[in-house]
């Protein structure tokens, strides 16, 4: 058994163990505005649900290796606390990756990678017309671990409003997973998809009878 103790090691590697051992991890395509209201999406697979009553969700930029400084997303949410999440399917899986590219602040992540800009309802920031469920937040919190290369810092949102793209529900009213054709996030440059699933259902019974939960 491999033991990996984060005390001893450089952050760089406490992060590669850490992300390959939580995996796969949700994409947060999270888009922002600035104070002079300039766009701004990204990718943050530090990105999670938290609460359903009331609905909350959390991205964690971290503070940049290079440089030292916050990410745009954090200055963006700092000055308009705001955000949307924007759900990444496999077609646009590259112009997601592109919006990583470290671009200067201000820059529009939008242009770069190749998405439309479509007005939000509840919030200033625009979303990602190309994402087909989009989840509008305000932000409530925002939880620092420090000002230091590799510390994250924890935005929270109040999700205010969900869009979810015709033709994506099955007859439930469920979302389909294999219409909505998510992509996860691996450890190193790895991505998963949501082609091969299988469902469990709760056990009914405190004893073992794994034929119950099919
Ligand atoms: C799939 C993916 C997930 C990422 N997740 C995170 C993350 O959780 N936290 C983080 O700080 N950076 C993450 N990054 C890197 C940021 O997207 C990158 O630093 C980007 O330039 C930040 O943009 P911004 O400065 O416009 O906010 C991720 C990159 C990719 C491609």
């Given at each position: 058994?491999?033991?990996?103790?984060p005390a001893?090691?450089?952050?760089?590697?406490?992060?590669?163990?850490?992300?390959?051992?939580?995996?796969?991890r949700?994409?947060?395509?999270i888009?922002?505005?600035?104070?002079?209201?300039?766009p701004?999406?990204a990718?943050?697979?530090?990105?999670?649900?938290?609460?359903?009553?009331?609905?909350?969700?959390?991205f964690?930029?971290?503070?940049?290796?290079?440089?030292?400084?916050?990410?745009d997303?954090?200055?963006?949410v700092?000055e308009?606390?705001?955000f949307?999440?924007?759900?990444?399917?496999?077609?646009?899986?590259?112009r997601?990756?592109?919006?990583?590219?470290p671009?200067?602040?201000?820059?529009?992540?939008?242009?770069?990678?190749?998405?439309?800009?479509?007005?939000?309802?509840?919030v200033?920031?625009?979303?990602?017309?190309?994402?087909?469920?989009?989840?509008?937040?305000?932000v409530?919190?925002?939880?620092s671990?420090?000002?230091?290369?590799?510390?994250?810092?924890?935005?929270?949102?109040?999700?205010?409003?969900?869009?979810?793209?015709?033709?994506?529900?099955?007859?439930?009213?469920?979302?389909?997973?294999?219409?909505?054709?998510?992509?996860?996030?691996l450890?190193?440059?790895?991505?998963c998809?949501?082609?091969?699933?299988?469902?469990?259902?709760?056990?009914?019974?405190?004893?073992?009878?794994?034929?119950?939960?099919?």
């Amino acid at each position: 058994m491999a033991l990996v103790d984060p005390a001893n090691m450089a952050w760089q590697d406490v992060y590669r163990v850490l992300v390959d051992c939580v995996q796969p991890r949700p994409i947060g395509f999270i888009s922002t505005i600035d104070g002079q209201g300039r766009p701004n999406v990204a990718p943050y697979s530090f990105f999670n649900m938290l609460s359903a009553n009331p609905p909350v969700c959390f991205f964690s930029p971290g503070i940049k290796g290079r440089g030292g400084t916050k990410k745009d997303s954090l200055l963006n949410v700092e000055e308009v606390p705001e955000f949307v999440h924007n759900v990444v399917t496999e077609d646009i899986g590259k112009r997601m990756n592109q919006a990583a590219f470290p671009y200067d602040h201000g820059e529009n992540e939008f242009e770069f990678a190749g998405l439309t800009q479509e007005p939000s309802e509840r919030v200033r920031p625009p979303r990602v017309a190309e994402s087909p469920v989009h989840l509008e937040c305000r932000v409530v919190d925002i939880k620092s671990f420090g000002d230091w290369p590799g510390a994250g810092t924890v935005v929270f949102g109040e999700i205010l409003l969900v869009h979810v793209h015709d033709g994506l529900l099955d007859e439930r009213g469920r979302i389909a997973p294999e219409k909505l054709r998510t992509i996860g996030r691996l450890g190193g440059s790895g991505y998963c998809t949501t082609r091969d699933t299988f469902n469990m259902r709760r056990p009914q019974s405190p004893d073992f009878r794994p034929e119950e939960m099919e």
